[in-house]
Protein backbone atom coordinates (compact mmCIF):
# COMPACT_ATOMS: atom_id res chain seq x y z
CA UNK A 1 0.00 0.00 0.00
CA UNK A 2 1.73 3.36 -1.21
CA UNK A 3 0.08 6.62 -0.16
CA UNK A 4 2.53 8.99 -2.11
CA UNK A 5 1.13 12.30 -3.74
CA UNK A 6 4.44 12.61 -5.26
CA UNK A 7 5.51 16.03 -3.51
CA UNK A 8 8.59 17.13 -2.00
CA UNK A 9 10.11 13.67 -1.54
CA UNK A 10 13.00 14.27 -3.56
CA UNK A 11 13.68 17.59 -2.07
CA UNK A 12 13.41 17.03 2.02
CA UNK A 13 15.55 15.20 3.81
CA UNK A 14 14.95 14.42 7.38
CA UNK A 15 16.68 15.81 10.40
CA UNK A 16 19.49 13.07 11.40
CA UNK A 17 17.44 11.92 14.23
CA UNK A 18 14.39 11.01 12.29
CA UNK A 19 16.36 7.92 9.93
CA UNK A 20 17.75 5.39 12.13
CA UNK A 21 20.92 3.93 12.28
CA UNK A 22 19.69 0.53 11.02
CA UNK A 23 19.91 -0.87 7.50
CA UNK A 24 18.41 1.80 5.53
CA UNK A 25 17.07 -1.01 3.20
CA UNK A 26 15.07 -2.29 6.14
CA UNK A 27 12.89 1.08 6.39
CA UNK A 28 9.19 -0.21 6.69
CA UNK A 29 7.33 3.26 6.74
CA UNK A 30 8.87 6.37 4.89
CA UNK A 31 7.16 9.86 5.67
CA UNK A 32 9.08 13.05 3.95
CA UNK A 33 7.62 16.71 4.05
CA UNK A 34 4.00 15.17 5.26
CA UNK A 35 1.84 17.79 5.91
CA UNK A 36 -2.17 17.72 6.79
CA UNK A 37 -4.41 20.93 6.88
CA UNK A 38 -8.09 21.32 7.48
CA UNK A 39 -10.03 23.86 7.04
CA UNK A 40 -12.61 24.77 9.78
CA UNK A 41 -14.85 27.29 9.78
CA UNK A 42 -13.05 29.82 7.16
CA UNK A 43 -8.99 29.26 8.76
CA UNK A 44 -6.86 26.66 8.04
CA UNK A 45 -5.43 24.48 10.60
CA UNK A 46 -2.03 22.93 10.42
CA UNK A 47 -2.22 19.58 12.24
CA UNK A 48 0.63 18.10 10.64
CA UNK A 49 3.95 20.10 9.44
CA UNK A 50 5.93 18.76 7.28
CA UNK A 51 7.18 15.62 9.02
CA UNK A 52 9.81 13.35 8.30
CA UNK A 53 10.34 10.34 9.67
CA UNK A 54 11.69 6.66 8.62
CA UNK A 55 10.24 3.50 10.89
CA UNK A 56 12.36 0.60 10.38
CA UNK A 57 10.70 -3.12 9.98
CA UNK A 58 10.09 -4.60 13.00
CA UNK A 59 9.82 -1.41 15.46
CA UNK A 60 7.89 -0.54 18.15
CA UNK A 61 7.29 3.27 17.40
CA UNK A 62 5.52 5.32 19.87
CA UNK A 63 4.61 8.43 19.26
CA UNK A 64 3.90 11.15 22.36
CA UNK A 65 2.39 14.45 22.24
CA UNK A 66 0.25 17.29 23.65
CA UNK A 67 -3.31 15.89 23.07
CA UNK A 68 -4.50 18.14 19.38
CA UNK A 69 -1.06 18.18 17.92
CA UNK A 70 -1.47 15.84 15.03
CA UNK A 71 -0.85 12.28 16.30
CA UNK A 72 -4.09 10.74 15.46
CA UNK A 73 -4.36 12.56 11.82
CA UNK A 74 -0.71 11.11 11.40
CA UNK A 75 -1.78 7.72 12.31
CA UNK A 76 -5.02 8.57 10.06
CA UNK A 77 -2.86 9.40 6.83
CA UNK A 78 -0.57 6.14 7.33
CA UNK A 79 -3.76 3.78 7.36
CA UNK A 80 -4.91 6.15 4.21
CA UNK A 81 -7.97 7.42 5.61
CA UNK A 82 -6.81 10.61 5.27
CA UNK A 83 -4.66 11.97 2.91
CA UNK A 84 -2.01 14.47 3.04
CA UNK A 85 -2.21 18.03 1.82
CA UNK A 86 1.53 17.45 0.70
CA UNK A 87 4.53 15.31 1.27
CA UNK A 88 4.68 11.48 0.94
CA UNK A 89 4.07 8.29 3.27
CA UNK A 90 5.95 5.46 1.25
CA UNK A 91 4.92 1.86 2.61
CA UNK A 92 7.06 -0.93 1.83
CA UNK A 93 4.95 -3.52 1.54
CA UNK A 94 6.80 -7.29 2.59
CA UNK A 95 3.93 -9.03 3.12
CA UNK A 96 2.34 -11.88 0.48
CA UNK A 97 -0.97 -10.82 0.75
CA UNK A 98 -1.13 -9.46 3.84
CA UNK A 99 -2.76 -6.51 4.90
CA UNK A 100 -0.97 -2.87 5.00
CA UNK A 101 -2.36 -2.05 8.62
CA UNK A 102 -4.85 -2.93 10.60
CA UNK A 103 -5.92 0.37 13.55
CA UNK A 104 -6.74 -0.28 16.59
CA UNK A 105 -8.30 2.86 16.73
CA UNK A 106 -9.18 5.55 19.85
CA UNK A 107 -12.23 5.00 21.63
CA UNK A 108 -14.83 2.20 21.14
CA UNK A 109 -14.57 1.02 17.76
CA UNK A 110 -15.67 -2.62 18.07
CA UNK A 111 -18.99 -3.38 16.26
CA UNK A 112 -22.00 -3.83 19.28
CA UNK A 113 -23.87 -5.53 16.63
CA UNK A 114 -21.26 -8.08 16.71
CA UNK A 115 -20.48 -10.86 18.78
CA UNK A 116 -16.50 -11.12 20.15
CA UNK A 117 -15.88 -13.59 17.69
CA UNK A 118 -17.28 -12.23 14.79
CA UNK A 119 -15.94 -9.14 15.98
CA UNK A 120 -12.12 -10.71 16.00
CA UNK A 121 -12.65 -12.31 12.88
CA UNK A 122 -13.46 -8.95 11.09
CA UNK A 123 -10.88 -7.97 8.84
CA UNK A 124 -10.37 -12.21 7.81
CA UNK A 125 -13.55 -12.14 6.93
CA UNK A 126 -13.59 -9.16 4.98
CA UNK A 127 -10.86 -10.64 2.62
CA UNK A 128 -12.22 -14.18 2.19
CA UNK A 129 -9.61 -15.57 4.30
CA UNK A 130 -10.73 -19.81 4.35
CA UNK A 131 -12.44 -20.32 7.34
CA UNK A 132 -10.10 -22.83 8.76
CA UNK A 133 -7.97 -20.12 8.97
CA UNK A 134 -10.16 -18.06 10.31
CA UNK A 135 -11.22 -20.07 13.29
CA UNK A 136 -7.10 -20.83 13.96
CA UNK A 137 -6.02 -17.52 14.05
CA UNK A 138 -9.17 -15.92 15.98
CA UNK A 139 -8.82 -19.09 18.24
CA UNK A 140 -5.47 -17.98 19.02
CA UNK A 141 -5.77 -14.30 19.59
CA UNK A 142 -9.12 -14.48 22.03
CA UNK A 143 -6.95 -16.96 23.82
CA UNK A 144 -3.71 -14.36 24.10
CA UNK A 145 -6.55 -11.70 25.28
CA UNK A 146 -8.34 -14.18 27.35
CA UNK A 147 -11.33 -13.56 25.71
CA UNK A 148 -11.61 -17.31 25.05
CA UNK A 149 -14.88 -17.79 27.39
CA UNK A 150 -16.69 -14.47 25.82
CA UNK A 151 -16.53 -15.24 22.11
CA UNK A 152 -20.10 -15.30 21.29
CA UNK A 153 -20.97 -12.23 24.07
CA UNK A 154 -21.70 -8.88 22.59
CA UNK A 155 -19.86 -5.91 23.28
CA UNK A 156 -22.40 -4.21 25.73
CA UNK A 157 -22.11 -7.47 28.28
CA UNK A 158 -18.08 -6.67 28.60
CA UNK A 159 -16.15 -4.17 30.38
CA UNK A 160 -14.23 -1.26 29.10
CA UNK A 161 -10.99 -2.94 29.12
CA UNK A 162 -12.68 -5.98 27.50
CA UNK A 163 -13.63 -4.30 24.63
CA UNK A 164 -10.29 -2.85 23.59
CA UNK A 165 -8.99 -6.34 24.16
CA UNK A 166 -11.24 -7.31 21.48
CA UNK A 167 -10.10 -4.43 19.31
CA UNK A 168 -6.51 -5.70 19.66
CA UNK A 169 -7.37 -9.03 19.02
CA UNK A 170 -9.61 -7.98 15.34
CA UNK A 171 -6.12 -6.10 14.65
CA UNK A 172 -3.64 -8.99 15.60
CA UNK A 173 -5.60 -11.33 14.09
CA UNK A 174 -5.28 -10.08 10.71
CA UNK A 175 -2.10 -10.34 10.15
CA UNK A 176 -1.01 -6.67 9.00
CA UNK A 177 2.08 -5.67 8.38
CA UNK A 178 1.87 -2.80 10.26
CA UNK A 179 0.01 -2.15 13.63
CA UNK A 180 -1.42 0.97 13.83
CA UNK A 181 -2.38 1.51 18.05
CA UNK A 182 -4.17 5.25 18.68
CA UNK A 183 -4.59 5.54 22.65
CA UNK A 184 -5.29 1.95 23.10
CA UNK A 185 -5.31 2.22 27.12
CA UNK A 186 -6.08 5.78 27.40
CA UNK A 187 -10.04 5.20 28.88
CA UNK A 188 -8.95 2.62 31.43
CA UNK A 189 -7.81 2.51 34.98
CA UNK A 190 -4.14 1.79 35.86
CA UNK A 191 -4.38 -1.54 36.74
CA UNK A 192 -5.59 -2.59 33.42
CA UNK A 193 -3.61 -0.23 31.53
CA UNK A 194 -0.90 -2.58 32.93
CA UNK A 195 -2.09 -5.60 32.50
CA UNK A 196 -2.89 -4.98 28.94
CA UNK A 197 0.65 -3.27 28.49
CA UNK A 198 2.23 -6.56 29.66
CA UNK A 199 -0.51 -8.91 27.43
CA UNK A 200 0.42 -6.42 24.20
CA UNK A 201 3.86 -6.70 24.29
CA UNK A 202 3.61 -10.34 24.87
CA UNK A 203 1.90 -10.71 22.06
CA UNK A 204 3.83 -8.63 20.01
CA UNK A 205 6.70 -10.57 20.62
CA UNK A 206 5.26 -13.60 19.20
CA UNK A 207 5.83 -11.62 15.34
CA UNK A 208 7.65 -8.42 16.17
CA UNK A 209 5.42 -5.95 13.35
CA UNK A 210 6.31 -3.18 12.89
CA UNK A 211 4.27 -1.01 15.22
CA UNK A 212 3.13 2.71 15.13
CA UNK A 213 1.75 3.33 18.99
CA UNK A 214 0.35 6.70 20.20
CA UNK A 215 -0.40 7.63 23.73
CA UNK A 216 -0.16 10.62 25.92
CA UNK A 217 1.13 8.87 28.99
CA UNK A 218 4.83 8.87 28.72
CA UNK A 219 5.43 5.85 31.53
CA UNK A 220 3.42 3.75 28.59
CA UNK A 221 5.63 5.02 25.93
CA UNK A 222 9.01 4.16 27.57
CA UNK A 223 7.41 0.58 28.40
CA UNK A 224 6.81 -0.12 25.16
CA UNK A 225 9.19 1.97 22.64
CA UNK A 226 11.81 0.97 20.81
CA UNK A 227 12.07 4.67 19.98
CA UNK A 228 9.61 7.00 21.29
CA UNK A 229 8.51 10.35 18.74
CA UNK A 230 8.24 13.34 20.87
CA UNK A 231 5.75 15.86 18.82
CA UNK A 232 5.36 19.58 19.44
CA UNK A 233 1.78 21.44 19.80
CA UNK A 234 0.33 22.24 16.95
CA UNK A 235 1.33 22.32 14.22
CA UNK A 236 2.43 18.44 14.71
CA UNK A 237 6.32 18.27 14.18
CA UNK A 238 8.58 16.03 15.43
CA UNK A 239 10.37 17.24 18.42
CA UNK A 240 12.62 14.76 19.53
CA UNK A 241 13.44 11.14 19.14
CA UNK A 242 14.48 9.14 22.03
CA UNK A 243 16.07 5.39 22.08
CA UNK A 244 14.97 2.79 24.46
CA UNK A 245 17.32 0.46 25.20
CA UNK A 246 15.87 -1.97 27.69
CA UNK A 247 15.67 -5.33 26.20
CA UNK A 248 13.30 -8.13 25.39
CA UNK A 249 10.68 -9.34 26.26
CA UNK A 250 10.25 -7.07 28.94
CA UNK A 251 8.91 -7.58 32.39
CA UNK A 252 6.25 -4.26 32.71
CA UNK A 253 6.59 -3.89 36.53
CA UNK A 254 10.25 -4.95 37.14
CA UNK A 255 10.88 -2.00 34.07
CA UNK A 256 10.35 0.73 36.52
CA UNK A 257 12.87 -0.60 38.88
CA UNK A 258 15.43 0.76 36.82
CA UNK A 259 17.42 3.57 37.13
CA UNK A 260 17.64 4.36 33.37
CA UNK A 261 13.81 4.03 33.27
CA UNK A 262 13.82 7.20 34.85
CA UNK A 263 16.36 8.55 33.06
CA UNK A 264 13.73 8.22 29.87
CA UNK A 265 10.97 9.60 31.87
CA UNK A 266 12.55 12.61 32.72
CA UNK A 267 14.26 13.73 29.81
CA UNK A 268 10.79 12.98 27.73
CA UNK A 269 9.54 15.04 30.58
CA UNK A 270 11.49 17.45 29.57
CA UNK A 271 10.98 17.45 25.60
CA UNK A 272 7.05 17.82 26.67
CA UNK A 273 6.86 20.48 29.51
CA UNK A 274 7.28 23.40 26.62
CA UNK A 275 4.78 21.68 24.62
CA UNK A 276 2.07 21.03 27.11
CA UNK A 277 2.29 24.52 28.27
CA UNK A 278 2.30 25.71 24.79
CA UNK A 279 -0.73 23.77 23.58
CA UNK A 280 -2.29 24.96 26.52
CA UNK A 281 -1.96 28.37 25.82
CA UNK A 282 -3.20 27.61 22.62
CA UNK A 283 -6.11 25.99 23.63
CA UNK A 284 -7.10 29.47 25.78
CA UNK A 285 -6.38 31.59 23.30
CA UNK A 286 -8.63 30.00 20.41
CA UNK A 287 -10.98 27.74 22.73
CA UNK A 288 -13.61 27.60 19.81
CA UNK A 289 -11.36 25.79 16.84
CA UNK A 290 -11.03 22.85 19.02
CA UNK A 291 -13.88 21.28 17.80
CA UNK A 292 -13.55 18.07 15.72
CA UNK A 293 -15.76 15.44 14.19
CA UNK A 294 -14.62 12.59 16.34
CA UNK A 295 -13.15 12.09 19.77
CA UNK B 1 -51.01 -14.90 46.66
CA UNK B 2 -49.70 -15.11 49.77
CA UNK B 3 -46.86 -17.71 50.91
CA UNK B 4 -48.97 -20.12 52.92
CA UNK B 5 -50.51 -20.99 49.47
CA UNK B 6 -47.34 -22.60 48.27
CA UNK B 7 -46.49 -25.76 48.62
CA UNK B 8 -42.93 -26.33 50.26
CA UNK B 9 -40.76 -27.81 47.27
CA UNK B 10 -39.82 -30.99 49.55
CA UNK B 11 -41.12 -32.00 52.81
CA UNK B 12 -38.67 -30.86 55.35
CA UNK B 13 -36.76 -28.55 53.17
CA UNK B 14 -35.11 -25.77 55.46
CA UNK B 15 -37.47 -23.10 54.96
CA UNK B 16 -34.80 -20.48 56.15
CA UNK B 17 -33.10 -20.97 53.31
CA UNK B 18 -35.62 -20.35 50.79
CA UNK B 19 -37.17 -17.36 52.06
CA UNK B 20 -35.82 -14.85 49.57
CA UNK B 21 -36.75 -16.34 46.38
CA UNK B 22 -40.26 -17.04 47.75
CA UNK B 23 -40.12 -13.33 48.85
CA UNK B 24 -39.40 -12.86 45.05
CA UNK B 25 -42.32 -14.90 43.37
CA UNK B 26 -45.30 -13.73 44.56
CA UNK B 27 -44.41 -10.29 43.73
CA UNK B 28 -44.09 -10.97 39.93
CA UNK B 29 -46.87 -13.25 40.50
CA UNK B 30 -48.67 -10.50 42.04
CA UNK B 31 -48.29 -8.06 38.43
CA UNK B 32 -49.13 -10.65 36.35
CA UNK B 33 -52.41 -11.36 38.54
CA UNK B 34 -52.99 -7.34 38.52
CA UNK B 35 -52.33 -7.13 35.01
CA UNK B 36 -55.05 -9.56 34.24
CA UNK B 37 -57.74 -8.69 37.17
CA UNK B 38 -57.75 -5.30 36.25
CA UNK B 39 -59.67 -5.30 32.76
CA UNK B 40 -61.62 -8.14 34.12
CA UNK B 41 -62.40 -6.31 37.48
CA UNK B 42 -63.62 -3.21 34.98
CA UNK B 43 -65.36 -5.77 32.93
CA UNK B 44 -67.33 -6.76 35.91
CA UNK B 45 -68.06 -3.39 37.34
CA UNK B 46 -69.52 -2.45 34.16
CA UNK B 47 -71.72 -5.52 33.58
CA UNK B 48 -72.96 -4.72 36.97
CA UNK B 49 -73.60 -1.10 36.36
CA UNK B 50 -75.00 -1.94 33.13
CA UNK B 51 -77.57 -4.70 35.08
CA UNK B 52 -78.38 -1.89 37.56
CA UNK B 53 -79.40 0.71 35.06
CA UNK B 54 -76.83 2.57 36.53
CA UNK B 55 -74.80 3.49 33.20
CA UNK B 56 -76.33 3.94 29.61
CA UNK B 57 -76.92 0.62 27.95
CA UNK B 58 -77.70 2.03 24.76
CA UNK B 59 -74.03 3.84 24.56
CA UNK B 60 -72.18 1.08 26.79
CA UNK B 61 -73.70 -2.11 26.23
CA UNK B 62 -73.21 -4.73 28.81
CA UNK B 63 -70.40 -6.83 28.32
CA UNK B 64 -71.88 -10.19 28.36
CA UNK B 65 -74.06 -8.43 25.52
CA UNK B 66 -71.04 -7.93 23.33
CA UNK B 67 -69.55 -10.89 24.12
CA UNK B 68 -73.06 -12.47 22.63
CA UNK B 69 -73.32 -10.45 19.86
CA UNK B 70 -69.63 -11.47 18.70
CA UNK B 71 -71.00 -15.03 18.94
CA UNK B 72 -73.59 -14.12 16.47
CA UNK B 73 -71.25 -12.69 14.15
CA UNK B 74 -68.89 -15.73 14.44
CA UNK B 75 -71.49 -17.77 13.71
CA UNK B 76 -72.88 -15.65 10.15
CA UNK B 77 -69.08 -15.99 9.12
CA UNK B 78 -69.25 -11.82 9.14
CA UNK B 79 -66.43 -11.19 11.68
CA UNK B 80 -64.35 -13.62 9.99
CA UNK B 81 -65.09 -11.92 6.72
CA UNK B 82 -64.93 -8.41 7.76
CA UNK B 83 -61.58 -9.40 10.07
CA UNK B 84 -59.71 -11.59 7.24
CA UNK B 85 -60.47 -8.47 4.71
CA UNK B 86 -58.56 -5.87 6.88
CA UNK B 87 -55.87 -8.27 7.37
CA UNK B 88 -55.32 -8.80 4.25
CA UNK B 89 -55.24 -5.37 3.01
CA UNK B 90 -53.20 -4.55 5.80
CA UNK B 91 -50.45 -7.22 4.92
CA UNK B 92 -50.47 -6.25 1.39
CA UNK B 93 -50.56 -2.54 2.14
CA UNK B 94 -47.27 -3.38 4.39
CA UNK B 95 -45.27 -4.38 1.41
CA UNK B 96 -45.86 -2.06 -0.60
CA UNK B 97 -45.46 0.63 1.93
CA UNK B 98 -42.04 -0.82 3.33
CA UNK B 99 -40.29 -2.10 0.79
CA UNK B 100 -39.85 2.02 -0.81
CA UNK B 101 -39.83 2.89 2.39
CA UNK B 102 -36.87 0.81 3.20
CA UNK B 103 -35.09 1.58 -0.40
CA UNK B 104 -35.66 5.69 -0.02
CA UNK B 105 -34.42 5.89 3.57
CA UNK B 106 -31.40 3.56 3.09
CA UNK B 107 -30.51 6.07 -0.10
CA UNK B 108 -31.65 8.98 2.14
CA UNK B 109 -29.01 7.87 4.70
CA UNK B 110 -26.11 6.90 2.70
CA UNK B 111 -25.73 9.45 0.06
CA UNK B 112 -25.96 13.30 0.89
CA UNK B 113 -27.29 14.50 -2.36
CA UNK B 114 -30.09 11.89 -2.05
CA UNK B 115 -31.18 13.38 1.39
CA UNK B 116 -30.73 17.12 0.30
CA UNK B 117 -33.04 15.98 -2.44
CA UNK B 118 -35.36 14.33 -0.99
CA UNK B 119 -35.80 15.34 2.40
CA UNK B 120 -37.41 18.24 2.69
CA UNK B 121 -39.91 16.55 0.44
CA UNK B 122 -40.55 13.84 2.61
CA UNK B 123 -40.27 15.68 6.04
CA UNK B 124 -42.53 18.08 4.81
CA UNK B 125 -44.97 15.91 3.38
CA UNK B 126 -45.50 13.47 6.53
CA UNK B 127 -47.08 16.12 8.50
CA UNK B 128 -50.07 16.22 6.50
CA UNK B 129 -52.52 13.94 8.30
CA UNK B 130 -52.74 10.86 6.05
CA UNK B 131 -56.68 10.50 6.90
CA UNK B 132 -57.17 14.05 4.70
CA UNK B 133 -55.66 11.75 2.04
CA UNK B 134 -58.69 9.50 1.91
CA UNK B 135 -60.73 11.52 -0.54
CA UNK B 136 -57.96 12.27 -3.00
CA UNK B 137 -56.59 8.21 -2.76
CA UNK B 138 -60.33 7.22 -3.58
CA UNK B 139 -60.47 9.91 -6.56
CA UNK B 140 -57.46 8.80 -7.60
CA UNK B 141 -57.38 4.55 -7.09
CA UNK B 142 -61.83 4.52 -6.85
CA UNK B 143 -63.77 2.34 -4.32
CA UNK B 144 -62.05 -0.69 -4.45
CA UNK B 145 -59.10 -2.53 -2.88
CA UNK B 146 -56.62 -0.42 -4.29
CA UNK B 147 -57.28 2.68 -2.61
CA UNK B 148 -57.56 0.71 0.91
CA UNK B 149 -54.17 -1.11 0.48
CA UNK B 150 -52.80 2.44 -0.88
CA UNK B 151 -53.52 4.33 2.72
CA UNK B 152 -52.07 1.24 4.55
CA UNK B 153 -49.04 1.65 2.46
CA UNK B 154 -48.70 5.40 2.98
CA UNK B 155 -48.99 5.04 7.02
CA UNK B 156 -46.27 2.30 6.57
CA UNK B 157 -44.03 4.44 4.08
CA UNK B 158 -43.77 7.53 6.02
CA UNK B 159 -42.23 6.41 9.25
CA UNK B 160 -40.25 3.74 7.73
CA UNK B 161 -38.10 5.83 5.31
CA UNK B 162 -37.76 8.50 7.90
CA UNK B 163 -36.77 6.35 10.56
CA UNK B 164 -34.29 4.42 8.29
CA UNK B 165 -32.48 7.32 7.10
CA UNK B 166 -32.12 8.87 10.26
CA UNK B 167 -30.70 5.43 11.64
CA UNK B 168 -28.19 5.06 8.90
CA UNK B 169 -26.98 8.23 8.88
CA UNK B 170 -26.72 7.77 12.88
CA UNK B 171 -24.24 4.88 12.73
CA UNK B 172 -21.32 6.65 14.30
CA UNK B 173 -18.24 7.10 11.40
CA UNK B 174 -15.84 5.49 13.17
CA UNK B 175 -17.58 1.98 12.29
CA UNK B 176 -17.40 3.14 8.19
CA UNK B 177 -13.37 4.01 9.34
CA UNK B 178 -12.93 0.42 10.62
CA UNK B 179 -14.63 -1.19 7.53
CA UNK B 180 -12.74 0.50 5.22
CA UNK B 181 -9.81 -0.42 7.39
CA UNK B 182 -10.31 -3.55 7.41
CA UNK B 183 -10.98 -3.66 3.51
CA UNK B 184 -14.44 -4.35 3.61
CA UNK B 185 -16.36 -4.41 0.24
CA UNK B 186 -19.11 -1.64 -0.47
CA UNK B 187 -21.38 -4.63 -0.17
CA UNK B 188 -20.29 -6.09 2.95
CA UNK B 189 -20.11 -2.07 4.16
CA UNK B 190 -23.76 -1.99 3.72
CA UNK B 191 -24.29 -5.47 5.22
CA UNK B 192 -22.10 -5.47 8.10
CA UNK B 193 -22.05 -1.71 9.10
CA UNK B 194 -24.88 0.21 7.77
CA UNK B 195 -27.98 -1.71 8.25
CA UNK B 196 -27.16 -3.25 11.92
CA UNK B 197 -25.92 -0.17 12.54
CA UNK B 198 -29.46 1.15 11.63
CA UNK B 199 -32.00 -1.77 12.81
CA UNK B 200 -32.97 -0.75 15.83
CA UNK B 201 -34.45 2.78 14.49
CA UNK B 202 -35.47 0.58 11.13
CA UNK B 203 -37.61 -1.71 13.42
CA UNK B 204 -39.21 2.01 15.48
CA UNK B 205 -39.78 2.95 11.81
CA UNK B 206 -41.66 -0.27 10.90
CA UNK B 207 -43.55 -0.49 14.59
CA UNK B 208 -44.86 3.41 13.93
CA UNK B 209 -45.82 2.36 10.45
CA UNK B 210 -47.66 -0.61 11.25
CA UNK B 211 -49.54 1.21 14.11
CA UNK B 212 -50.39 3.93 11.61
CA UNK B 213 -51.30 1.35 9.09
CA UNK B 214 -53.88 -0.04 11.06
CA UNK B 215 -55.31 3.48 12.19
CA UNK B 216 -55.61 4.50 8.64
CA UNK B 217 -57.84 0.56 7.22
CA UNK B 218 -60.04 1.09 9.77
CA UNK B 219 -60.68 5.11 8.24
CA UNK B 220 -60.49 3.83 4.92
CA UNK B 221 -62.98 0.97 5.52
CA UNK B 222 -65.08 3.40 6.76
CA UNK B 223 -65.87 5.52 3.57
CA UNK B 224 -67.24 3.54 0.45
CA UNK B 225 -66.10 0.14 1.40
CA UNK B 226 -68.26 -3.41 1.86
CA UNK B 227 -65.63 -5.46 3.70
CA UNK B 228 -63.25 -4.73 6.81
CA UNK B 229 -63.59 -4.01 10.53
CA UNK B 230 -64.06 -0.17 9.66
CA UNK B 231 -66.60 -1.16 7.56
CA UNK B 232 -68.07 -3.44 9.88
CA UNK B 233 -68.55 -0.47 12.59
CA UNK B 234 -69.92 2.24 10.28
CA UNK B 235 -72.18 0.03 9.22
CA UNK B 236 -72.85 -0.77 13.09
CA UNK B 237 -73.41 2.85 13.41
CA UNK B 238 -75.89 2.76 10.33
CA UNK B 239 -78.48 0.05 11.42
CA UNK B 240 -78.01 1.39 15.10
CA UNK B 241 -76.37 -1.76 16.18
CA UNK B 242 -73.54 -0.53 19.41
CA UNK B 243 -72.72 -4.40 20.04
CA UNK B 244 -71.57 -4.67 16.76
CA UNK B 245 -69.19 -1.35 16.96
CA UNK B 246 -68.02 -2.83 20.56
CA UNK B 247 -67.34 -6.58 18.77
CA UNK B 248 -65.04 -3.90 15.99
CA UNK B 249 -63.04 -2.41 18.20
CA UNK B 250 -62.12 -5.08 20.49
CA UNK B 251 -61.07 -7.23 17.41
CA UNK B 252 -58.49 -4.13 16.26
CA UNK B 253 -57.49 -3.56 19.38
CA UNK B 254 -56.71 -7.52 19.61
CA UNK B 255 -54.78 -7.16 16.69
CA UNK B 256 -52.82 -4.29 17.40
CA UNK B 257 -51.69 -5.96 20.11
CA UNK B 258 -51.04 -8.94 18.71
CA UNK B 259 -49.03 -7.28 15.87
CA UNK B 260 -46.87 -5.58 18.31
CA UNK B 261 -46.31 -8.72 19.96
CA UNK B 262 -45.22 -9.97 16.67
CA UNK B 263 -43.34 -7.31 15.59
CA UNK B 264 -41.17 -7.46 18.78
CA UNK B 265 -40.09 -10.86 18.72
CA UNK B 266 -38.74 -10.71 14.65
CA UNK B 267 -37.33 -7.28 16.31
CA UNK B 268 -35.60 -9.54 18.90
CA UNK B 269 -34.90 -11.91 16.64
CA UNK B 270 -33.19 -9.22 14.16
CA UNK B 271 -31.29 -6.85 16.98
CA UNK B 272 -29.80 -10.41 19.02
CA UNK B 273 -27.45 -8.07 20.62
CA UNK B 274 -29.58 -5.58 22.41
CA UNK B 275 -31.36 -8.47 24.37
CA UNK B 276 -30.71 -8.26 27.81
CA UNK B 277 -29.26 -4.66 27.79
N1 LIG C 1 -11.59 16.05 10.49
C1 LIG C 1 -11.08 17.17 11.00
N2 LIG C 1 -11.58 18.38 10.66
C2 LIG C 1 -11.07 19.51 11.17
N3 LIG C 1 -10.05 19.56 12.02
C3 LIG C 1 -9.51 18.40 12.42
C4 LIG C 1 -9.99 17.15 11.93
N4 LIG C 1 -9.26 16.17 12.48
C5 LIG C 1 -8.35 16.78 13.29
N5 LIG C 1 -8.49 18.12 13.23
C6 LIG C 1 -7.65 19.11 13.96
O1 LIG C 1 -6.31 18.78 13.77
C7 LIG C 1 -5.58 18.89 14.97
C8 LIG C 1 -4.94 17.56 15.33
O2 LIG C 1 -5.94 16.63 15.68
P1 LIG C 1 -5.61 15.13 16.08
O3 LIG C 1 -4.76 14.52 15.04
O4 LIG C 1 -6.88 14.44 16.36
O5 LIG C 1 -4.79 15.36 17.44
P2 LIG C 1 -4.32 14.30 18.52
O6 LIG C 1 -4.70 12.94 18.08
O7 LIG C 1 -2.85 14.49 18.63
O8 LIG C 1 -4.98 14.69 19.81
C9 LIG C 1 -6.56 19.39 16.02
O9 LIG C 1 -6.42 20.77 16.14
C10 LIG C 1 -7.90 19.05 15.46
O10 LIG C 1 -8.84 20.00 15.85
MG1 LIG D 1 -5.98 11.55 18.97
Not at chain 1, 7 to 21: L, Y
Not at chain 1, 184 to 204: C, M, V, Y
Request: some cysteine; aromatic content about 8%; overall charge neutral.
Amino acid sequence: MTVDEGRDVASTTGPAAAVSDKDPADVHISIRGLTKQFDVRGSTVTALDSLDLDIPRGQFLVIVGPSGCGKTTLLRMLAALESPTSGAVEVRHGGEGRPGNSMVFQGDSIFPWMSVWDNAAFGLTMRGVPRAEIRESVGHYLEKTGLSAFADAYPHQLSGGMRQRVSIARAFANDPDVLLMDEPFSALDEQNKTLLQAELLRIWDETRKTVVFITHSVDEAVTLADRIMVMSAQPGQAKAFVDVPFERPRDVLELRHLEEYGDIVYDIWQHLRDEVSRSQRQAAAAPATGRRRRR
Amino acid sequence: MTQVARKPAAPGAEPVATRPVRRLLPSRRLERTLAVLTPVGLLLIWELAARAGAIDTRFFPAPSSIFHQMGVLAQSGELWTNTWASLRRLFIGFWVGLVPGLALGIAMGLYRPVRAALQPLVSGTYPIPKSALLPLILLIFGLDEPSKIVMVAIGVFYPVALNTAAGVANVSPIYYDVASNFGASRWNVFRKVAIPGAMPSILTGIELGVGLGLILIAIAEMVGAQSGLGYMIWNAWQVYSVETMYVGLLVIAVIGYLLALLLGAIGARLTPWRNGK
